[in-house]
């Protein structure tokens, strides 16, 4: 388990999103995008050094949904959480909560509500799990919560197994263990928005549908959530709008269940297929409309 000794970094763990938009004006809205986005991206473009990952990706999130990316390994997913909290520079408009935060610094953003639930997890293993829930309270989050201690308590009446285990180190935890904690940190800072990277990676099929039970019991409490996944079938389950990510551009996006329904999304993200759902050479096209799927611009 890899430890992060940056608390900005560790602090921004948890989080969620919600319906990519790509829509046209006067288009009639879907029940997952009816609700005022809590953060609309355009645009969005971020890479590392001169190689640029993402290709202008326009998305939103409603209030209190669950939007998800899938897509295949390397396509930009990771990157794209990355951006949104501020790990890594980007370009074009991110706006949360009416708010343009595009300059914004990490800790900023953590500030206004955005945290990140990072794909290693990046515990501190051999700290003990109430430790690693206290870091996640770290300076901005203990001026934001002078009672912050409380917000331990609230984590531990979430995930009871934490309390129990309060004194354990992290690294002697099971892996959906370290998830929760994970998930816990992140919640320490009371996000609005929780950004999940791969929550089910290297889970046992049991333990995924557990974390996938506990996405559900966020959103509940009113938590926006963007679920970063490769079990496509689970994500799509959970969530309200999924968009597929290739290569850095969205290929597909619209209403979860349509997503899980649609032949090239089964034939290569839930059947046997691999590869690309995007035809072999696109062509430019409109952007499509809210509701349905669509395929995203060129
Ligand atoms: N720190 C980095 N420096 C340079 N390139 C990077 C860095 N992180 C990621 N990349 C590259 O950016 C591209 C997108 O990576 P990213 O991790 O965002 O993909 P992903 O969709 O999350 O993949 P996975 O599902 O395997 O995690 C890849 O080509 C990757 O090699």
Known sequence: MSQNPNPAES??????????????PGDAPSAAT?????????DLRAGYGRAQVLDGLDFAAPKGGVATIIGPN?????????????????RGGIVFDGQDIGRASLEERVMLGIALVPERRELFGTMTVEDNLLLGGWRQMRRKFPKWRERID???????RLKERRAQ???????????????????MSAPRLLMLDE???????????????????LRATGVTILLVEQNARAALAVADHGYVLETGQFALHGPAAELANDPRVI?????????????PAPAPAPRPPLAGLATAPA
Do not use: W
């Open 154 to 160: 609230e984590v531990y009446a979430r995930f009871p």
């Open 74 to 90: 390397g396509a930009g997913k990771s990157t794209t959480l990355n951006a949104l909290v501020g790990a890594i520079p980007s």
């Open 199 to 217: 929550p089910s990676l290297g889970l046992a099929p049991l333990v995924t549908r557990e974390i996938f039970t506990i996405i559900e019991g």
């Open 267 to 279: 034939d290569t993200y839930l059947g046997t297929g691999h590869g690309s759902v995007a035809p």
């Open 34 to 42: 009816a609700a005022a986005p809590l953060l609309e991206v355009r």
């Open 169 to 187: 180190l992290a690294g002697t935890l099971s892996g959906g263990e370290r998830q929760m904690l994970a998930v816990g940190r992140a919640l």
């Open 11 to 24: 602090a921004c763990n948890a989080g969620a999103a919600q319906a990519a938009v790509a829509s046209q």
